[in-house]
């Protein structure tokens, strides 16, 4: 009981910060699956499956066990969401025994200050990078980035206490080495610590210096190098040789040559530690380093042998050592130039297609297939340090737009290619983010450059005003967000005062400084450059970059334990430097917390999982559902997979079609579900990866859909490319739906690629005994002639006959409106969602299904089903500013039609108030007149209108007094 007393008191503060973050993270946490990767994640974890790549082995192991003490099969999500808030506190904690082996690193030894100083600092330091936006969004969620960040903190942690403690144990060493290898598991963003744990070793053995320190910095990185070049990149070359000359050569089973691989390293590395114990102490320390690293890397041996068992998510099916190399490698997604490259302008002049290896069952053996293509440039379009490289049509118009660069008549130089990287890279998707955790942020809208979305503000108004307009009239999207978090810049105010504390003359400093600035720019600047991010990203990226945020939370800590020293250097009075301590505190974490925890709390979002149940409901019985990005497709395999929500529904996800790992994948029975059958044969797609086929533009009869296929399978298999040339696709194709129904579709496209081809396979093949369903948020054109023949039908299309689409009947009519009241639900209490929960309702087509619907009650004559669909409409997507307006003008109207005036004109107050502040925003922002008047002249003259039959007069008047001044109404 003593001692235990004593440790209590010993490790109080300590314990203190980790109670508090852990409260606060479990208390906010998701109750249930999010969006983006969260949903694969929780499914992955839960069954032991194959997530995305480059995969997460021991964060799924990890996670699995907190899956397992989930009552009920509900409670898994948030019993996996709780890995990331415990890993989370855990890093709050680590920072705050950093902090302290810091100050004690700085201490003045000629000066006594009270001891309570350095906690306070630590504390406030450590709670001030747990309240930061980045990092306590991603503790609240299934991710890997909360667990990245732990292992980054408890390695730099072991090695610092390794390297202060002047009789320290190599065992210390040994296991932040052992960890640094077993994160590379979660992600691997981790090995970026490397660099600080060699200068740390060179500090310890050769002392603190210049050519220590530059010593260290340049293995450092050298070792960095080699790590993920020869690790994680070329890891298993060996293997792959010897797969092939075990398996294709001498006959031996699959997978002899990764075990023998595997065997022999294990050999090797044992023999080498046991023959240079205490004889050659360096190479046995080598060995120790590199046995280390291995062992914490063979979880990835995980990931093949649970491919192997061909779970229902099998992302790039890695079940053999060729497939393990892509996924690690992320093959998947491309590469991006570093130092030399051809700029996105440059003009293919020939290409190669690529091979790979597959297993071909049928000889036992391995073969060659086609894997893709690469382009060929002239070496005039070879540029240095490509910034901008990215041929996709959106991505060229946001270079052009950052760099002022006209692709079309200018050549880029290396300038241009500066520009864009400061500008956009380093300015806007970095430095933004820098500011959003500690300076301010503007609101939670995805920014793209423009001044109403995603800056980072002061909450000065005299300083934002210069940089995002007038602040005397805000615009909605910043006035009423519940992510507008504005800190007056007293975190960089710390920060600043830390560094130049770190650059004066004592004790200890610089080596702090070096550490903390060795950790920023890695994770920072350096990452920047590694990324080469183009423009016009799906979502934010500043996840990325939290190690750089959190070594500056730390250089915040110093300059709060650099103001307290000089406090308690200037008043000897406790009181005084309690008092100031206090308040420090409450500028800093103490404000993140106030500021940041309305728009941090999830603990009430159920958004992404009613979506996803919703989506599914909405299908037929035993449909197939055809999705395309993550946020219509993870959140679905985790409802589907975790909480069993019709399972009978087999989903496909086009963005993968293309893929022959996932062509295969479809073909696979799953729990509760049949795999789907396909007219062309496995070798087809095997064998034409990377090819495109020509479609006939002469229009003649339709020919059944299943015979052209079957000539196309016949004309590859015979290798008549002649005949196939000749004779193009035929454009018009004609198929039988599941309830008997013939639907004809015009295939007006000139190529075909692989991934059409499965498309169209899928649905010819399977459409005639299941019914075909496509998410809202498709990409119309990715559908060719299907888009032509699709039924809304709740929060799904439904392939539909032509007759189908023109019936407007009473039964249709019916099945509309039970699937809206009886299968859709987006019920829930929270009032507050982020961004990515507005994008994720309004591209799922929820407010237009609505309109819809209530448009065609009404023009049936039901004001009473019209009114009823209205309301459950606003009751659970209530309006807001964030909303698409002119849906909500819609919603008004239509209310007004179906009699319920009093739910019309609180909608019509509501949308005459945001968008009359919005006008005000831009006019007094110095927006071009023109563009005003594009915008709200049709918008107002129709909300006036609404108001005056509504007899809401006093904002008639008004909205007749806007258009006088803008439009000459």
Not at 195 to 209: A, D, E, H, S, T
Not at 406 to 431: A, C, R, T
Not at 746 to 772: E, F, H
Request: with cysteine.
């Amino acid at each position: 009981m003593q001692k235990g007393l004593i440790f209590l008191k010993k490790n109080f503060p300590g314990l203190l910060v980790l109670g508090v973050a852990l409260f606060v993270y479990a208390k906010t946490a998701a109750p249930t699956v999010s969006f983006w990767d969260s949903g694969e994640f929780i499914a992955s974890a839960a069954l032991l499956q194959i997530p995305h790549p480059p995969g997460a082995p021991f964060y799924l192991m990890l996670a699995r066990v907190f899956s397992l003490m989930a009552p009920d099969a509900t409670s898994v999500a948030f019993f996996v969401n709780l890995l990331s808030a415990v890993a989370s506190a855990f890093t709050v904690f680590f920072s705050y025994k950093i902090l302290k082996l810091f100050f004690q690193m700085v201490r003045d030894t000629d000066k006594l200050y009270p001891v309570w100083i350095e906690e306070l600092a630590a504390v406030s330091g450590a709670l001030l990078f747990a309240f930061t936006d980045t990092f306590w969004y991603s503790a609240v969620e299934a991710e890997v980035y909360a667990l990245s960040l732990f292992f980054s903190a408890i390695t730099f942690y072991i090695v610092l206490k390794w390297f202060v403690q002047k009789q320290a144990s190599p065992r210390l060493f040994f296991l932040g080495v052992f960890l640094l290898g077993l994160s590379i598991g979660v992600h691997l963003l981790n090995l970026l610590m490397t660099p600080v744990f060699v200068l740390l070793f060179f500090w310890k053995q050769f002392g603190y210096n210049f050519q220590s320190t530059l010593k260290g910095l340049l293995v450092g990185f050298v070792v960095l190098g080699g790590l993920f070049l020869g690790l994680v990149s070329n890891g298993l070359w060996p293997a792959m040789k010897l797969e092939i000359l075990l398996v294709n050569q001498w006959g031996f089973p699959q997978h002899s040559g990764l075990v023998s691989w595997f065997v022999l390293l294990t050999v090797v590395l044992v023999v080498g530690l046991t023959f240079t114990f205490r004889k050659h102490p360096v190479v046995h320390f080598c060995f120790m380093i590199v046995f280390l690293l291995f062992m914490g890397w063979t979880s990835y041996l995980m990931v093949p042998v649970r491919a192997a068992a061909k779970p229902d998510i099998n992302m790039n099916a890695p079940d053999n050592v060729f497939a393990m190399q892509d996924y690690i490698n992320r093959t998947q997604y491309g590469s991006r130039p570093l130092l030399v490259g051809p700029h996105a302008w440059a003009q293919a002049e020939d290409w190669k297609d690529t091979y790979r290896y597959a297993f071909d069952e049928a000889q036992s053996s391995y073969v060659n297939v086609p894997s893709g293509s690469v382009f060929g440039f002239s070496e005039e379009d070879y540029v240095l340090f490509p910034r901008m490289y990215s041929r996709q049509s959106h991505h060229i118009e946001g270079y052009e737009w950052w760099s002022g660069l006209d692709g079309e008549f200018d050549s880029p130089e290396l300038s241009h290619q500066l520009d864009f990287f400061l500008k956009y890279q380093v300015g806007h998707s970095y430095l933004r983010y820098l500011m959003w955790n500690f300076v301010g942020r503007q609101n939670d809208e995805q920014g793209h450059g423009d001044i109403v979305s995603g800056n980072w503000v002061t909450g000065i108004d005299f300083i934002d005003g210069q940089m995002i307009g007038s602040r005397e009239h805000l615009h909605s999207g910043e006035a009423y967000n519940a992510a507008a978090n504005q800190y007056y810049g007293l975190p960089l105010i710390f920060i600043l005062i830390g560094f130049f504390f770190l650059l004066n003359a004592g004790r200890g400093r610089m080596r702090v400084l070096l550490l903390l600035g060795t950790i920023f720019l890695i994770s920072g600047l350096l990452l920047v450059i590694y990324l080469n991010q183009p423009p016009y990203e799906p979502r934010e990226r500043d996840y990325v970059y939290v190690a750089s945020f959190w070594a500056l939370a730390m250089l915040a800590a110093l300059g709060i334990y650099s103001l307290l020293k000089t406090i308690c250097r200037f008043s000897g009075s406790t009181l005084t430097v309690g008092l100031s301590g206090f308040l420090l505190f409450l500028a800093g974490p103490g404000l993140l917390f106030s500021v940041n925890l309305n728009d941090h709390d999830r603990s009430e979002r159920y958004v992404a999982r009613d979506l996803a149940v919703s989506q599914l409901r909405s299908c037929p019985a035993n449909s197939i559902l055809f999705t395309y990005g993550d946020n219509d497709t993870y959140p679905l395999w985790y409802v589907q997979q975790i909480e069993s929500v019709r399972p009978d529904v087999r989903l496909v996800n086009l963005g993968l079609l293309h893929t022959n790992w996932y062509q295969e994948y479809i073909r696979q029975a799953q729990i509760g579900n049949d795999g789907l059958k396909m007219t062309l044969p496995k070798s087809f797609y095997r064998d034409n990866a990377a090819e495109f086929f020509p479609v006939s533009s002469i229009h003649s009869a339709p020919e059944a859909a299943d015979v052209v296929l079957k000539q196309l399978a016949t004309a590859m298999s015979d290798n008549d490319e002649k005949h196939l040339a000749d004779n193009r696709l035929h454009p018009a194709w004609e198929m039988t739906l599941s309830n008997g129904k013939t639907l004809q579709m015009s295939i007006q496209r000139q190529y075909l690629s692989i991934g059409d081809l499965a498309l169209y396979d899928i649905v010819v093949t399977n459409g005639d005994k299941r019914p075909v369903c496509f998410t809202r948020n498709m990409e119309m054109q990715s559908l060719g002639g299907i888009s032509d023949h699709l039924k809304g039908l709740g929060l799904v299309w439904k392939l539909s006959s032509s007759a189908e689409l023109d019936a407007g009947s009473q039964g249709s009519l019916d099945q509309k409106m039970a699937v809206f009241t009886d299968s859709i639900s987006i019920g829930g209490n929270e009032t507050w969602l982020d961004n990515t929960c507005r994008q994720a309702l309004s591209a799922s087509g929820y407010r237009t299904v609505t309109l819809e619907l209530a448009r065609e009650l009404l023009a049936g004559g039901d004001k009473e089903k019209a009114r009823k669909v209205l309301g459950k409409s606003i009751k659970e997507w209530p309006f807001s500013p964030m909303q698409n307006q002119r849906q909500m003008l819609d919603m008004a109207k239509l209310m007004q039609m179906s009699d319920d005036t009093k739910s019309a004109s609180t909608l019509v107050e509501n949308i005459v108030y945001v968008n009359l502040l919005d006008l005000y925003s831009f006019y007094y922002s110095g927006f071009d007149l023109e563009y005003l008047k594009r915008r709200y002249c049709g918008f107002f003259t129709e909300l006036h209108d609404l108001a005056l039959q509504l007899e809401m007069e006093e904002r008639a008047v008004e909205l007749e007094m806007e258009l006088q001044m803008i439009c000459s109404f």
